[in-house]
């Protein structure tokens, strides 16, 4: 029996009593009937890599049961524009089982993800989550081990200033508490939904950026004041973190509308001001034990080749991880966000960061407080951290790609010497010879889509990204426009850059 212990379990899981995973279509009729549910919502990622839904109201058992076994008809050439004709436009959506929730929104809805089938039944090969999940097939297959991911989601809370007490400053958010922090209830609703729904929420917080009024000609945002948040996740497999990231995306802006704000993971809002990032952390897995270390408590052979395939495939994962052209913006040098190929312990200067993960640690907490029973961690907790990811990132794509480097990496012996080619240590940017003799990033959108271009083998390869994938992301990054921009912007007086750099920042304040 399942233990009804918390109070953000998912009420599916509670009134079913029985994990997600094992959720069936006869568990999902029985969950209509209890929870009084009216309609069934599906949701499914579109090209633009916003999440989508039908609204599909249910009259007899029949036409529920129907529903939940074959799903829907879709326009595919409308939710796939520019890639799928329209004269083989029908696609079908089938729920996902083990996604299913009540709809924090409309307590009557029973929400599900779906994939995307094509005419002879098979999983379409060109969407987005699709690809993810043959990347990860792959992945298993071949390296017999899980790759688990979590994301942190960064993003802007937009809104009016309630009041001028307690000021916050700016650059100094941090962690911040109330009542310096002013959204904080909001941000307890976000995280609270979130958790109901995915059960995968690790914590929540301020982050750097704040702006007490928003410089601006978009009549959204302008005069607004905004707090930077974020939500951080617990490691899952990686095509079910890629759900989750989609999910919660989808939450947050839901939640902030419901608040008369605006949620927004633009890469960069403000000059001079944090932007938002969307560093993703990985984890190898095998039997539900972590294997990033090994006995000695240091870095595996592993998790080293898997350092190495991200730093092979780490200027072509730009074009799926920053996706517009404030994203180089926010990738300067001297800051937080990378601008160099190269990887390091704890240092936030690094493009991948291997963070503490309590190797060799357990029980801290005996040290300060009375004697407890011994804890033992039996999973591990290591990860590796990829920060050059924006909020632009198309999702799906960076996770499907960063699981391509990781089996490459774990494939080829060559990452060894990759990974030890690009450790560095210390702040990079106060060595100059290092800094000439490390590979850079992409500084352009532009770039980002040559570069692609001339990497396509490692993504098409297994027949994982379509073609088409790649010539659509190649085309959308290069119309941007953008190969100059940072020499243009440099040229300008001060007033007028300003006024440019603005127009780029917020542009897309509302893309993926």
């Not at 809805?109 to 690809?131: E, H, M, P, Q, V």
């Not at 990231?245 to 927004?264: E, F, K, Q, V």
């Not at 592993?302 to 180089?328: D, P, Q, R, W």
């Amino acid at each position: 029996m399942h233990n009804k212990y918390f109070r953000l379990e998912n009420p599916l899981i509670m009134s079913l009593d029985k994990p997600k995973e094992d959720f069936t279509r006869k568990d999902l009729i029985k969950a209509v009937k209890i929870h009084d549910i009216e309609r069934i919502t599906f949701h499914y990622t579109g090209l633009d890599s916003k999440f989508k839904e039908l609204k599909i109201p249910i009259t007899n058992e029949y036409q529920l049961e129907r529903i939940l076994a074959d799903g829907e008809r879709v326009d595919g050439s409308s939710l796939f524009k520019g890639m799928v004709d329209a004269s083989l436009s029908d696609l079908y959506v089938v729920p996902l089982y083990k996604s299913a929730f009540i709809n924090p929104f409309d307590n009557h809805s029973l929400d599900l993800t779906c994939r995307y089938f094509d005419k002879n039944g098979d999983l379409a090969s060109f969407s987005l989550d699709n690809i993810l999940g043959n990347a990860y097939r792959l992945f298993k297959e071949k390296t017999g081990f899980e790759l688990f991911a979590l994301g942190e989601l960064e993003f802007f809370l937009i809104g009016e200033y309630k009041n001028n007490l307690f000021p916050a400053n700016k650059q100094k958010s941090y962690h911040l508490s109330s009542p310096f922090l002013k959204n904080s209830e909001i941000l307890d609703e976000m995280v609270r939904t979130i958790s109901q729904i995915t059960g995968c929420v690790k914590y929540a917080h301020s982050e750097v950026g704040f702006i007490d009024s928003i410089r601006s000609n978009i009549e959204e945002i302008k005069g607004k004041f905004a707090e930077q948040m974020e939500i951080e996740f617990l490691p899952a497999p990686i095509d079910d973190a890629g759900d989750y990231l989609m999910l919660s995306r989808w939450l947050i802006r839901n939640i902030a509308y419901r608040h008369n704000c605006i949620a927004t993971f633009t890469p960069k809002l403000e000059e001079g001001v944090a932007g938002n990032g969307f560093h993703i952390h990985m984890a190898l897995m095998k039997n539900n034990k972590n294997m990033m270390t090994n006995e000695e408590n240091k870095l595996s052979k592993e998790a080293k080749k898997i350092i190495g395939g991200l730093c092979k495939y780490a200027e072509s994962l730009t074009a799926f991880g920053n996706t517009v052209s404030s994203a180089y913006l926010r990738l300067v040098p001297n800051q937080e966000a990378p601008t160099k190929i190269c990887w390091s312990d704890l240092n936030r200067s690094a493009m991948i960061r291997v963070p503490l993960g309590w190797t060799g640690l357990n029980n801290l907490s005996n040290k300060i407080n009375p004697e407890n029973d011994y804890f033992v961690d039996k999973e591990g907790r290591q990860t590796v951290e990829l920060r050059s990811p924006d909020g632009s990132a198309i999702v799906y794509l960076l996770l499907a790609g960063i699981t391509l480097a990781a089996e490459w990496g774990l494939s080829y012996e060559d990452s060894l010497s990759m990974a030890d080619k690009y450790y560095v240590k210390g702040n990079i940017f106060n060595d100059k010879d290092l800094l000439n003799r490390l590979p850079s990033l992409p500084k352009s959108c532009v770039e980002s889509s040559k570069i692609l271009l001339s990497s396509r083998d490692l993504y098409e390869r297994d027949n994982i990204f379509p073609k088409s994938v790649i010539d659509y992301t190649s085309k959308m990054l290069y119309s941007e426009n953008d190969e100059n921009m940072n020499e243009i912007l440099v040229d300008l007086p001060a007033d007028d850059r300003l006024f440019e750099t603005r127009k780029i920042m917020h542009k897309d304040l509302h893309k993926h």
